[in-house]
């Protein structure tokens, strides 16, 4: 019996083409922490997630400094609660979107509590053009 299930893994493992196979994406890549780059605005603004805080950067070449000397001052507190990343963008304004990680966790949709796509993100170096 055991031989039996074992051929059957190995035939469906080695049966699946390149375009069907699914390769599930590690939860240690599906992390917040890092620079993004804002789609639709990719030459202009990066976040920078820190252990607690969100670094904005802003650019009018395309090029982003270290965040340490580029960022602007009062960096936003962030953490994550049952899959929802919320910011504390001051004044009693608290975003709160859950994450959906694509493209090996390079990639993350904001997504509102309806589904929608509220803002797009990607790592610094990665090729957008590249996620599908």
């Known amino acids: 019996m055991k031989k039996l299930i074992l ?17 599930e994406t590690p939860e240690e890549n599906n992390t917040i ?3 993004w780059h804002l789609v639709g605005f990719e030459q202009t603004v ?7 805080f969100r670094h904005t950067i802003y650019a009018t070449n395309g090029t ?3 965040t340490e000397t580029n ?18 963008h001051f ?9 959906n990680f694509k493209c090996s966790g390079n990639v993350v949709e904001l997504l509102e509590d309806d589904g929608t796509v509220n803002s797009t ?12």
């Open 7 to 23: 051929i059957f893994a190995l035939f469906t493992l080695f049966s699946c083409d390149n375009e069907t196979a699914v390769i």
């Open 33 to 35: 922490l890092g620079r």
């Open 46 to 52: 990066m976040y920078d997630f820190k252990a607690e």
């Open 64 to 66: 982003f400094g270290p």
């Open 71 to 88: 960022a602007i001052p009062n960096p936003n507190p962030w953490h994550i609660e049952d899959n929802k990343l919320i910011i504390d």
């Open 91 to 99: 004044f009693d304004n608290i975003s709160s979107n859950a994450l």
């Open 121 to 132: 993100l990607f790592r610094e170096g990665f090729d957008y053009a590249t996620c599908n």
